[in-house]
C-alpha cells in the first residue's frame, strides 16, 4: 500500500542522464556465503535462511548508501555458492521483510518458493519501518537512524536502497548483477520505479548516475520485473481529477491541473499506518514531508502552494511516471485488481501506455482480476492463476534467459464472492480485448448539485473501511443527480473503463463529479457497482471564484476499468453525483451542474 497525495501543480523536468558505464570482472563466489559479511545461512524449511536484524542485543543490520541501517534477510537454495540470480522481494505499507517469509514451497511468489526453484532472495524491511529505523526501540543507540525516517518510496532513498543492496551482494559474487524484483502495493510502485530506471539510480541531487555496484563498480540493471497492485503516479491513484484516460498515453502534466479529488478515506487511512513508524518531523524534509502533505490536502480547496510542491514532488521523485524512459526497458509483469479502488487497472494501463508511447517494445504481461486492495475480494482461484502465471515469465527470463510473449490475462468480476471469476479472457493486448461497445446517452438536460445524492449510499461504497463489493443496493433515484441507463437484451460483458462526455453549465464553486456506473436488476430495486471514478472539471476552482460564477465546458473523462457481466434482462446504468463522501473528499464549494448532450461509451467482450 502507499499513503497520502496532495493536491495540485505539474511534474518538474527530471534531470538529464549520465552515461551508463561498462561492466567489469565479477568476483568469484564465496565458499561459504556470508551475505553482507555478517549474515550466517542456516538450513531451514528446504532452504538456508541468513537472517539480520537485531536479535539477542547483535545489531546486524546492513547500512545503505547513507549508512542507515536496514533490516535484511537473505534466503538461497539449499545447495550451492552461486552466483545466482537474484529477486528482491518489496512489502507493502507497514509491513516488514517477515512478509515473504513462509515455511513450505506453496506455489507462491515467497522466500521457500523462490529459493526453492534456485534463486536468491533478498527481503529487507523499508526504511522507517519496523527494524529499519521505524520504531523507538530500534532507533535507541543509533545514531544513524536519525534521519533515517519515511521517504515514501523515493527514488533517491528508498529505490537506492534496493540498489545499493543488491550491488552489496554483487560485490560478494553471491548473485548475478541483473537483478529480478518484485513487491506489493507500497512495494509495487517501487517495483515499477526500479523498473523504470532500469541500469540508472537517482542521486540525492535528482539527478541520475549508472547503476554499479557499489566496491567492483559492476554495472547492473533490473532483468526482470513483477509488481503486484503498483501505482505509477501517486496524484492520479490517490487524487484523481479524471484527466488520466486509458486508451491513450496521459502525461504527468494532465494528473495534476486541475488539482484532483481526494480519495480521503483511503488517505486518512494510509497516513494513520505511517504514524505508527518514523516519519519526519513536519516542515524539516521537503521531500518526505507526510504531515504536511496530509494536512494540506486535507483541507481542500482553494489550492495552497503547499498543495502544489506536493504533487510536483509526488511525481518526479516517488512514482515511476517521474522518471525518463530509457531506451530499454526489463521484461515487466503487472497485476491489478480491476475492483481495487486504491490502485486500480487504470495505473498499470497508465504505465504501458507511456512505453508504448516511448517507442518501447519490452516483454509484457498484464494480469487484471479481482485481487487487490478494497472492493477486491481475492478468490483462491484467481490468486493461484496469477502465481502460475507470474512464476513461469519469472522463471523464463531469469533462469533460462528466454524471452516471454506479450499477453494480457483479464479475469472478470463476480458476485457473490463464492462465484467463480469469469469469464478468463486472454489476449495480445489490452485493446485485442475489446470486440465490440455499448452506448448510453441523453441530449435532455439534467442538474447535479453539491448536496445532492444519497449518504447512505455513499457509505455503503466506502471501500477503505470493509466495504463488501456484492452488497446490493437500493436503485430508488437520487436528489441532485444526472442518470442514464439502458437495458441489455442478453448477458453482456463489459470489458475496461466507461468513456463520458457531456456538456457542463457550472454555477458556483468548486465544482466535481463523480460517476457511477450501477448494474441495477430486472425489478429495478436494487443496483450492484460496477465502476466509480471522478471529475474535477477545470473551471470555477480559483480562490476568486464566487456562488454566482458561471462557465460552460466540455469534457471528457472514464471510471476506473472493470470486466463485469451483466445478465439478461438487467439495466446499465451511468448516475452522475456531486460528491461520494467520505470516499471522494467533499467539496469547500457549492454548485450546480447541468449536464446536457451526456454520451458514454463502454467497451464488451
Known amino acids: 500500500m502507499a499513503t497520502l497525495s496532495a493536491c495540485a501543480g505539474g511534474a518538474a523536468s527530471p534531470p538529464a542522464s549520465t552515461p551508463i558505464a561498462a561492466a567489469v570482472h565479477e568476483p568469484s563466489p564465496p565458499a561459504v556465503p556470508h551475505p553482507f559479511g555478517r549474515l550466517t545461512c542456516s538450513a531451514k524449511d528446504g532452504i538456508r535462511l541468513c537472517a539480520g536484524g537485531i536479535s539477542g542485543g547483535t545489531d546486524r543490520r546492513i547500512p545503505s548508501f547513507d549508512g542507515v541501517p536496514l533490516d535484511a534477510d537473505v534466503a538461497l537454495p539449499a545447495a550451492g555458492k552461486g552466483p545466482f540470480p537474484l529477486i528482491v522481494m518489496l512489502h507493502g505499507l507497514g509491513g516488514d521483510k517477515s512478509n515473504w517469509e513462509v515455511t513450505s514451497d506453496d506455489g507462491a511468489v515467497d522466500d521457500v518458493t523462490m529459493a526453492t526453484r534456485g534463486y536468491a532472495v533478498l527481503m529487507y524491511t523499508a526504511r522507517g519501518f519496523g527494524n529499519s529505523c521505524g ?11 536519525a534521519k533515517g525516517w519515511i521517504h515514501l518510496a523515493d527514488q533517491r532513498y528508498e529505490i537506492r536502497d534496493t540498489q545499493y543492496l543488491a550491488g552489496e551482494l554483487v560485490d560478494e559474487g553471491l548473485v548475478k548483477p541483473q537483478i529480478g524484483v518484485t513487491g506489493v502495493s507500497y512495494g509495487a510502485g517501487q517495483t515499477l520505479e526500479l523498473a523504470a530506471l532500469e541500469n540508472r539510480v537517482r542521486l540525492t541531487n535528482g539527478r541520475f548516475a549508472p547503476w554499479t555496484s557499489p566496491v567492483h563498480h559492476i554495472a547492473m540493471s533490473v532483468a526482470a520485473a513483477y509488481a503486484m497492485w503498483p501505482w505509477d503516479d501517486l496524484v492520479t491513484a490517490l487524487a484523481p481529477n479524471g484527466g488520466l484516460l486509458t486508451t491513450r498515453p496521459t502525461p504527468a502534466s494532465a494528473d495534476a491541473i486541475p488539482a484532483g479529488v481526494e480519495k480521503q478515506s483511503w488517505n486518512t487511512l494510509l497516513y494513520g499506518v505511517t504514524t505508527t513508524y518514523f516519519l519526519s518531523p513536519a516542515g524539516q524534509d521537503p521531500g518526505a514531508d507526510l504531515t504536511d502533505w496530509y494536512n494540506a490536502i486535507g483541507a481542500g480547496e482553494p489550492v495552497s502552494p503547499t498543495d502544489t510542491a506536493a504533487l510536483t514532488e509526488l511525481e518526479t521523485y516517488h512514482s515511476a511516471i517521474g522518471i525518463p524512459l530509457p531506451a530499454r526497458e526489463p521484461a515487466i ?8 479502488t486504491l490502485f486500480p487497472v487504470s495505473e498499470a494501463l497508465h504505465f504501458t501506455e507511456s512505453l508504448a508511447a516511448a517507442h518501447i517494445h519490452n516483454p509484457l504481461m498484464l494480469i487484471f482480476d479481482d485481487y487487490g486492495h478494497g472492493w477486491a475480494q481475492a478468490k483462491a482461484a484467481d490468486v493461484r492463476r496469477q502465481n502460475a502465471a507470474v512464476l513461469s515469465f519469472l522463471d523464463t527470463v531469469m533462469l533460462r534467459h528466454g524471452a516471454t510473449p506479450n499477453k494480457v490475462i483479464a ?3 463476480t458476485c457473490p464472492a463464492t462465484a467463480p471469476s469469469e469469464p478468463v479472457l486472454t489476449a495480445s493486448s489490452y485493446a485485442a480485448l475489446a470486440t465490440g461497445t455499448l452506448s448510453l446517452s441523453s441530449s435532455s438536460p439534467q442538474t447535479v448539485t453539491s448536496a445532492g445524492g444519497d449518504p447512505a449510499v455513499s457509505a455503503a461504497l466506502n471501500p477503505a473501511y470493509a466495504s463488501k463489493l456484492c452488497h446490493l443496493l437500493p436503485a430508488a433515484p437520487e ?24 456538456h457542463l453549465h457550472v454555477v458556483g464553486t468548486y465544482p466535481e463529479l463523480v460517476g457511477r456506473l450501477w448494474d ?6 436494487t443496483r450492484q457497482i460496477i465502476e466509480t471514478g471522478v471529475l474535477r472539471p477545470d473551471v470555477n476552482q480559483s480562490a476568486q471564484t464566487t456562488a454566482n460564477t458561471v462557465a460552460n465546458t466540455d469534457v471528457t473523462f472514464e471510471l476506473a476499468p472493470n470486466e463485469y457481466t451483466v445478465p439478461t434482462g438487467d439495466t446499465v446504468q451511468l448516475e452522475l453525483v456531486g460528491s461520494t463522501a467520505p470516499w471522494f473528499r467533499r467539496s469547500n464549494g457549492t454548485f450546480s451542474i447541468t449536464v446536457t448532450d451526456l454520451h458514454a461509451t463502454i467497451a464488451t467482450h
Not at 333 to 340: L, R
Not at 479 to 502: E, F, M, N, W, Y
Open 135 to 145: 520504531t523507538v526501540q530500534s532507533r535507541a543507540g543509533t545514531p544513524a537512524c
Open 333 to 340: 509483469a503487472i497485476q491489478n485488481g480491476w475492483t481495487d
Open 411 to 413: 479475469v472478470g468480476q
Open 479 to 502: 436528489p441532485g443527480t444526472a442518470d442514464i441507463s439502458r437495458r441489455v437484451a442478453h448477458g453482456t460483458t463489459l470489458i475496461g473503463a466507461i468513456q463520458i462526455k457531456a
Open 520 to 525: 441495477v436488476g430486472p425489478t429495478g430495486q
